[in-house]
C-alpha cells in the first residue's frame, strides 16, 4: 500500500496507471466496518482501490464539531493495509483548498432540505469536497454509503449535472448487531446513550408514519432535528447529547 500525504506526487504516480479499473472510496477516517464493506466492493470491481482520509473542514458548520471529530491515522492505516488498499491519500486541507474555497459547488434545492436545513453549507463544502478528490484520482468507480442517503443522491446528481466520467456505486448501510448504523461519531456516545442509539433505527422501521417515529424517538430523549419520509424512503437525523446520529430506510 502506498501511502501520499503529497497530491503532486499522487498525481505523477496516477499518469502511470493504465491497467484495469480505479475504484475509489472517499472517507474521513476513523474507519470502521462500513468504510471497509466499501473497499470490499471497490476492489471486488477493480484493478487499483485508492481510498482517501480527508476531514473536510468545509463541511462542519460547528468548528467545535470539527475539531471534536475522531481520528486515528495509525489504526486507519492498518485496517486499509490488511483490506488490500493499493494506495491511501491523506493531504492536508491547504494541498486540497489552494483556492482558499473561492471555487465551490452549490445545488440550490435537496442540498437545502433535511440535513441541508440543519447544517448551514454542509453540501457546498460535501460537493466541492467530492469534486476536487474525483478529478484527482480520475476513477472509473467512486463507492459511497447509502447511510448518508441524501449525500449519495446530491453526489449522483452533481456527476450528471457536470457530465463527469465516473460511476457512482451505492453501498447499502453496515450495523452494529441491534441495528445503529455503525458511524464514526458513535464512539463519541457514552454507554448509555450508545443503548439508546439502537432506537433510531428500531423507530423508523417501527412507525407507521414519519410523525409517529419523531414522536417516539422525542419520547426517548432524542432531540430530532427530522423525520422524514421522501419517495419510498425515511430518513432521521437526531441528536443524543452532542452526538448527531443520521440514518434511513427504505419503505
Ligand atoms: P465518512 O467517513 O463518514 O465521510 O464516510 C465515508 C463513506 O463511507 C461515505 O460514503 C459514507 O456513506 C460511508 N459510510 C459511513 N458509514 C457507513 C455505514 N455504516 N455503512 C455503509 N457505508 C458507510
Not at 20 to 35: D, I, N
Not at 91 to 102: G, K, L, N, S
Request: glycine share 6%; hydrophobic share 40%.
Amino acid at each position: 500500500m502506498i501511502i501520499f500525504t503529497s497530491l503532486s506526487q499522487w498525481q505523477n504516480f496516477r499518469k502511470t496507471l493504465s491497467d484495469g479499473p480505479v475504484g475509489f472510496v472517499p472517507t474521513m477516517g476513523a474507519l470502521h466496518h462500513g468504510h471497509l464493506s466499501l473497499v470490499k466492493a471497490s476492489r471486488e470491481d477493480n484493478a487499483f482501490t485508492v481510498v482517501s482520509v480527508f476531514v473536510n473542514p468545509k463541511q462542519f458548520d460547528d468548528g467545535g464539531d470539527f475539531e471534536a471529530y475522531p481520528s486515528d491515522h495509525k489504526a486507519d492505516l492498518e485496517r486499509l493495509e490488511s483490506a488490500g488498499v493499493d494506495a491511501v491519500l491523506m493531504p492536508d486541507t491547504a494541498q486540497i483548498y489552494t483556492d482558499d474555497y473561492r471555487f465551490k459547488v452549490t445545488e440550490s434545492e435537496f442540498s437545502q432540505r433535511l440535513c441541508g436545513a440543519h447544517r448551514q453549507g454542509h453540501f457546498d463544502g460535501v460537493l466541492t469536497v467530492v469534486m476536487r478528490l474525483l478529478n484527482l484520482v480520475r476513477p472509473n468507480n467512486a463507492y459511497f454509503g447509502e447511510k448518508d442517503y441524501q449525500q449519495l443522491q446530491l453526489i449522483r446528481d452533481m456527476v450528471a449535472a457536470f457530465f463527469m466520467q465516473v460511476n457512482i456505486v451505492a453501498c447499502a448501510t453496515v450495523r452494529e448487531a441491534d441495528g445503529l448504523a455503525m458511524s464514526s461519531r458513535n464512539q463519541h456516545l457514552d454507554e448509555k446513550d450508545r443503548a439508546k442509539a439502537a432506537y433510531l433505527h428500531a423507530a423508523l422501521k417501527q412507525s407507521r408514519t414519519a410523525d409517529e417515529a419523531r414522536q417516539a424517538l422525542t419520547g426517548q430523549g432524542f432531540d430530532v432535528d427530522y423525520v422524514e419520509d421522501i419517495k419510498n424512503r425515511r430518513l432521521v437525523a437526531a441528536r443524543l447529547g452532542t452526538t448527531r446520529l443520521i440514518d434511513n430506510v427504505e419503505i
